[in-house]
């Protein structure tokens, strides 16, 4: 009901551009209430169409949209290469530091918990605190969700203490 009721405007214009924006807050706003399997669909849709229409900020929009949606579900399979790519593209376009590439490479260093692969999920986990640190203030939300995945890096390698105290540095922020 949501997404044709966004588009109208966009199909009685004709306008594309605005109908995959249109396609994109659908999916967000699915994502907000935690309707992942319709956010999946939509962001899917949305990420087809803006290839379609060969518009490069609306891909990087749906594609974030994606991400978000595939991660809830566990779809690793799906998300990887999407990762990946967001992570080329990003920092290509923004550099190495830039607070988007921590965000993924925080998302990147939780697949590779879930696949075992920790010593590489320490690498990009504490890369994505480090760029986090510089790029915000001590007590910025992001800085606490670095925390929560190097918290729970440090609980998989069964290092319990280390864990505890990094969970409680995220739950002082949040």
């Known amino acids: 009901m949501l997404l044709p009721l966004a588009r ?8 594309r551009v605005m109908q995959v924006s249109a396609d994109i807050a659908v999916g967000r706003a699915l994502l907000r209430l935690g309707a992942y399997p319709d956010a999946l669909k939509t962001c899917r849709a949305a990420l087809e ?3 379609a229409i060969d518009r490069s900020d609306e891909i990087d929009k749906a594609s974030d949209c994606l991400i978000e949606s595939l991660a809830p579900l566990g779809m690793f399979k799906d998300l990887e290469p999407l990762v ?3 992570i080329a593209a990003k920092t290509s376009l923004l550099g190495a530091d830039h607070p988007n590439v921590a965000d993924l490479l925080g998302v990147r260093a939780q697949i590779e918990m ?4 920790l010593d590489l999920a320490r690498k990009d986990a504490e890369r994505s605190l480090e760029i986090a640190r510089r790029a915000y203030p001590a007590h ?3 800085i606490a969700e670095k925390l929560k995945v190097m918290g729970q890096l440090s609980a998989a390698e069964g290092k319990v203490a280390e864990a505890k105290r ?3 540095q995220a739950l002082a922020i949040a």
């Open 84 to 86: 990946a790519e967001r």
């Open 8 to 15: 109208a405007p966009a199909i009685r214009t004709g306008d």
């Open 114 to 117: 879930i696949h075992g692969q």
């Open 166 to 168: 990094l969970y409680e």
């Open 140 to 142: 910025h939300v992001k």
């Open 49 to 51: 169409a803006a290839r």
